[in-house]
């Protein structure tokens, strides 16, 4: 091993005396730097290799070649680069190749030294590195794509570029992230080459008898990337991402013309088509002479007539929710979108509405947008309307909490005299597991719109709920509406009520704390008997709650003879972690 070092090491004082010869780095610091790299290399030659080691060796080399770079901007010297900064790069590389080889699965260690190779130019290296990674991970994607994109890039070779895409897909034939790429690439090599074209005819070069091929310059090879692609890939998502890659290329005319034609003709039956087709309505240039804001307005206004018109054709054959959903979700969206015109706000409001009661009468309309549909009739002032839609709704979807909750917020809100009603048949038809928010709800309406003796009857149905969490949150509810409506005896009087009737949370003998706590002149009896049942449920993991009781003790009403006696009581009855941070608190409080 020693012998190996040695010969590394002695490989490295070449670039050494280079460093020092022409004054970028001074004697000491070589030796310094010579001292630092034999520690790293016997580390890299131990009997149990750390890939930190050989990650931390390489850090230090890079570190090296970016402080050379620094100083050779400093002083202004840029020769010697061969006999300096290339012995570091090739022993970077090494480095590397000993550790990838030894954890070959570690992706972003072959990243790592990609992306090593890219910022220092190294072309000839980088493509060694690719080739060898995608020999390990055949299997991953992006490491294609990824290499494909160098290739292209870094090296200005669209051939190696093509012949990694064809590999990949020798692996991943049916893989849509790869075939767009590919697709992308093609088109990104015609776009080359026709600036080189143009460049040369602007510049009156005689190329001789080398001729630019014309079917590549427009397009052909990604056509027939495209060709392929759409026998093996099926639907319509995957054709449009086609089509919206090659129009970014202001040279694919006939190739957009044969994917859209494509589109039509093979999915007709897909809502995505349809709803591609609609928006494209969107883009259809406008009258020149429409210059003032209401004649902008009114044009856009006919061309959402126009793309709405393209949707109510589509449902005559695709009478589907989804495709109702790309309806609504475009009106949605123009609705959403600012304005200073009110016609064309009122217009798109008035739209969107027809839509979604459309929507709703052939009873296709999601769920999620019954929400919008409220908020935008709450914000007409609509109240009728929105009271008779957040009732059709929660009859529709009977078995939702999300849609029971907001029809019923709705309800409180406009003050409906439904609501009382609709909030006993929400708990009848929804999951008693999942009902704690209509309780919590129920519970805030009954407080503020009921009797205080219907709200005690609803209370004590709470309490009686076979679910934890319910009966749990309702004590708590049910102790801060007694204080808030009665008075001090009332919330202490419920509190005995129910200090046996489990299950608890925490939160509901705090608040009976912090109750005591703001009488004029509170008990520290009853604030033990609080503390103490509290830390009967909760005292063996929450070390809060006996730091509290401490900070009770030594505070005015307490007796701080008592900490001594909690404190063996806590570390006795604390498990695990919680143990070692009440120590800690306790610590940190004396």
Known sequence: MADIVQQRLEDKIPALEQLERVGLFTNKEVKSMLKRSTALEYKLHRAVQSKDDFITYIQYEINVLELIKKRRARIGYHFKREEIEYPIIHRINNVFRRATTKWQEDVQLWLSQVAFNKKWGTKTQLSKVLSSMLAIHPDKPALWIMAAKCEMEDRNSSESARHLFLRALRFHPENKKVYQEYFRMELMHAEKLRKQQQELEQAKIDVGEYKFSPEILSGKLAEVVYRDSAQKIKGAEFILSLLQIAAIFDFTKDLHDTILQDLQSKYNEDCLMWDFMAKRELDVVGAPELQSAKGRASDTD???????????????????????????????????????????????????????????????????????????????????????????????????????????????????????????????????????????????????????????????????????AVSAAMKEKYLDWSYKTGSYKRARKTFTSLHEHRPFTKAFFLMMIQIEKEQVTPKMSNLRDYYERALREFGSSDEDLWMDYIKEELARHGNPENCGKLHWRAVKTLEGESVERFTTKYTLLQ
């Open 302 to 468: 006919r061309r959402e007539d126009r793309c709405c018109a393209v949707y109510e054709e589509a449902l005559k054959s695709l009478n589907t929710e989804a495709m109702w959903t790309c309806y609504v979700t475009f009106g949605l969206e123009r609705y959403k979108r600012k304005t200073n015109v009110t016609e064309l706000k009122e217009k798109r409001k008035e739209r969107l509405l027809q839509v979604l009661q459309s929507a709703h009468d052939a009873k296709l309309l999601q769920e999620t947008y019954y929400k919008n549909w409220l908020q935008v009739l709450l914000s007409s002032g609509d109240t009728v309307s929105a009271t008779q839609i957040a009732i059709t709704a929660t009859q529709r979807f009977s078995q939702s909490v999300e849609m029971w909750s907001f029809s019923l917020q709705t309800l409180v809100h406009l003050e409906s005299a439904e609501a009382g009603h609709l909030f006993q048949e929400a708990l009848k038809h929804v999951n008693p597991k999942e009902s704690l928010a209509l309780w919590q709800l129920q519970a805030d309406w009954s407080m503020t719109s009921q009797t205080p003796e219907e709200t005690e009857t609803f209370f004590q149905k709470g309490l009686l709920s076979p679910v934890p």
